[in-house]
């Protein structure tokens, strides 16, 4: 494990306050134990290099090697981006968010201050859960879906007995019967493993078991128990102090929304919110051409104030009525025209909605790719990080990917991966990222492991030690798994309420690595380096330094085959946060299961 030679983050002994307004400046300072000459600030202002002098300072609280300087960043623009030159005696370095070169970096790779950006913080103390409504619990079984109910795709819906294993004859058709009652009943359950915020899959009224084809946005499915379950659920889970972020389906409607009816049957302003094409067996855009999904169309105006951005829109209104924030389900294809045209517009629009109605919402976006380009601080908060965490590390430890395509992809290229897509990000935006292992939409995370609970317990280590909000999906912490190779639908079994059923063991687990989370500033807040990268280890430091200069830090360490790994530990003795036992110097630890050090605390 390298000792860094030269540092800088967002934590306030390197940058005094962060989201201050343009034409202000902020004092940001970088630590170096190399023998500097000399030390700049590199900024970019109208596209050239500005060169700022820094001079030496010291920090109270800070007693290790190395030296202190200090510059005035000015907050020139929406967002500025700054690096720093070191200059040596036979040499100079560029220090920027990708670490230390001789070369220059291109600007992608610098530190970037945001002005005026505020974070919905209270994300970033959560670790939220994902509930599928349906497959969760059922607390009234007077609502529940009756057999051949109603039709959907030429099909009689189906019931299945709770507890029934998943088949593909009933991938949309098949309903279980849990609701929001159920989930309110299992607060106590909730609270007990450690969990503080829940994010629930679409519960609009539609016809489906997954209800992302909703046939009316302004109320509560009655199978789910209809509004007054969501007021009672809301208030319940606020009065635990659980936060309750919903799903929003703002790419398409269902087929049978009343606006879209309106637009089958010629009325000019509905016929405008959706894409009409003559060269196709489908008359209309629809998410990946399924005929109950048709697209919406932001072109208009009226779509727009209908969902996203109106007094009364979607958005605004079901935070008005007790949601604390949004996940946008396939955020990166929302657009005009029937494509992504004009998509990051929106989502700013969205955004300030969002914000004028609760001022700490927090919005998140389904981007299963590379977000990048979307998480400027103006739009989503953050993104759901597939694409930047969760996908390459299960691929890691598993050897396939999510598609079950072998893979030898070793742990020196993961941290690559990581360290790449974290350091291309403003601080706020990484600690904002949404990150999960497996959810709704991919396999289970301990089925694409074989069924290894130690691996798992490795994964979930990393989860929830790592930069940005981790996420549970319902019943990874008691070992669901599933019966079939692939993802929908057998991805979402229905959640076992029998403890005989359960790996105990497993729970107390990850109730320990709950704790732990949100117990640690530098799991919640702090900056994320990686230290150890070799093909079947990687580890990771948090840290947070505090303006006095007094470090807080979790070292999160892991491991795919259970060989000793030999460490040497930094800067004197390290607390397993677990176990207790303290730990210093060069030594060898089983990380199969994974390991969190912690120092400072």
Aim: proline share 5%; net charge negative.
């Amino acid at each position: 494990m390298m000792h860094p030679t030269a540092r800088h983050n967002h934590t306030p002994a390197f940058t005094a306050a962060l989201g201050l307004p343009q034409s202000e400046s902020v004092a940001v300072r970088v630590w170096t134990d190399l023998p500097v000459t000399g030390v700049s600030l590199k900024v970019v202002r109208v596209g050239e290099i500005e060169y700022l002098n820094a001079h030496p300072v010291t920090l109270p609280a800070f007693t290790g090697e190395g030296q202190w300087f200090e510059a005035e960043l000015p907050v020139h623009a929406a967002r500025v981006r700054y690096a720093w030159e070191l200059r040596l005696p036979d040499d100079h370095l560029n220090l920027t968010a990708a670490g230390l070169t001789h070369g220059r970096r291109g600007f992608r790779s610098w530190f970037q201050y945001l002005a005026g950006h505020v974070a919905p913080e209270w994300a970033w103390q959560s670790v939220f859960y994902q509930i599928f409504p349906d497959r969760f619990r059922d607390g009234d079984p007077g609502n529940n879906v009756r057999e051949g109910e109603y039709e959907y795709q030429g099909r009689p819906i189906e019931i299945r007995p709770w507890g029934a294993p998943i088949d593909k004859a009933g991938d949309v058709h098949a309903h279980y019967g849990g609701d929001l009652l159920g989930i309110e009943e299992a607060l106590p359950y909730l609270t007990d493993l450690g969990v503080n915020a829940l994010w629930l899959t679409p519960i609009f009224v539609s016809p489906s078991n997954h209800r992302y084809d909703i046939s009316d946005y302004r109320h509560i499915d009655p199978h789910l128990g209809g509004d007054a379950a969501f007021d009672s659920l809301t208030q319940a889970a606020h009065a635990a102090d659980f936060k309750v972020v919903l799903d929003g389906v703002f790419n398409h409607v269902g087929n049978e929304h009343a606006l879209f009816r309106a637009a089958l049957a010629g009325q000019e302003r509905e016929r405008a919110m959706f894409t009409w094409r003559d060269d196709h067996e489908l008359p209309y855009h629809a998410f990946f051409d399924v005929p109950t999904l048709p697209k919406l169309d932001y072109l208009s105006g009226e779509a727009e104030q209908e969902f996203l951005a109106g007094e009364e829109s979607v958005v605004r209104e079901w935070l008005r009525r007790g949601a604390d924030g949004w996940r946008l389900d396939v955020a990166h294809m929302i657009g005009k025209g029937g494509t992504d045209e004009g998509n990051l517009e929106l989502h700013r629009a969205l955004k300030r909605a969002a914000r004028s109605e609760k001022s700490d919402a927090y919005v998140f976006g389904e981007r299963f790719f590379d977000p990048e380009a979307a998480l400027d601080g103006q739009g989503e908060d953050g993104a759901m990080n597939y694409h930047g965490f969760g996908l390459p590390l299960m691929q890691w430890l598993s050897g396939h990917s999510y598609t079950f395509t072998p893979s030898r992809l070793g742990g020196q290229e993961l941290c690559t991966l990581l360290a790449d897509t974290y350091h291309a990000l403003p601080p706020q935006v990484a600690l904002s990222m949404f990150n999960l292992l497996d959810s709704h939409d991919i396999p289970r995370a301990l089925y694409r492991l074989g069924n290894d609970t130690r691996k798992l317990r490795a994964a979930l280590t990393l989860l929830l030690a790592y930069a940005g909000v981790p996420c549970l999906y319902y019943g990874t912490e008691i070992g669901l798994s599933q019966t079939e190779q692939g993802a929908m639908p057998w991805c979402r079994e229905s959640m076992p309420w029998d403890e005989a059923d359960w790996n105990t063991d497993l729970r107390a687990e990850v109730q320990n690595l709950i704790r732990v989370r949100r117990n640690s500033l530098a799991l919640q807040q702090g900056n994320l380096r990686f230290v150890l990268q070799t093909s079947d280890a990687v580890g990771f430091v948090r840290e947070y330094t505090a303006a006095s200069g007094h470090t807080e830090a979790v070292l999160a360490l892991a491991s795919r085959t259970s060989e000793p790994v030999p460490l040497i530990l930094p800067d004197g003795g390290w607390t397993d946060l677990l176990s207790g036992e303290i730990l210093s110097g060069e030594i060898q630890l089983d990380l199969s299961s994974g390991r969190l050090l912690g120092r400072g605390q």
